[in-house]
């Protein structure tokens, strides 16, 4: 079955696979997706979860490092990681996967921006690896 991920999710599975910074693989695959779109360009959540998930060692081929200064959309991806971890079987939505980390998060108003698009696209694609 393929899936069909949003923009962000494909350019997370782009950027993962592509050798060098994971700063600058996101950037240049961003660019490409969006070629028309500056704000979708410099959209930071998708961005921040991505390189929050480079940054902890999480994503396979991808060397741990200094990649973000994103502290809540860091911590929102890593929670949706430890979350499928935790129910391997179970297939979420991103709107999903977002309900059950704001629980997890106590997050009472927050909305979905992409974060669980570029979360769902690498744990799908098997990409996701180690981690603390």
Not at 16 to 34: H, I, R, S, Y
Request: glycine letters at 6%; one cysteine or more; proline letters at 3%.
């Amino acid at each position: 079955m393929m899936t069909n991920y949003n923009e962000y999710g494909k350019v997370a599975i782009k950027a993962a696979k592509a050798t060098g910074n994971p700063k600058d693989n996101w950037l240049k695959e961003v660019q490409k997706a969006f070629f028309d779109s500056e704000s979708s360009q410099k959209k930071s959540c998708p961005k921040s979860a991505f390189l929050g998930l480079c940054e902890e060692g999480f994503i396979k081929g991808v060397s741990k490092g200094k990649y973000t200064t994103s502290v809540d959309n860091k911590a929102y991806a890593i929670k949706a990681i430890h979350l499928l971890r935790s129910n391997p079987k179970t297939i979420y939505t991103p709107k999903e996967l977002w309900e059950k980390v704001k629980k997890e998060l106590f997050i009472i108003k927050k909305d979905h921006n992409s974060q669980m698009d570029v979360v769902l696209a690498l744990w799908n694609t098997e990409m996701i690896e180690g981690g603390f």
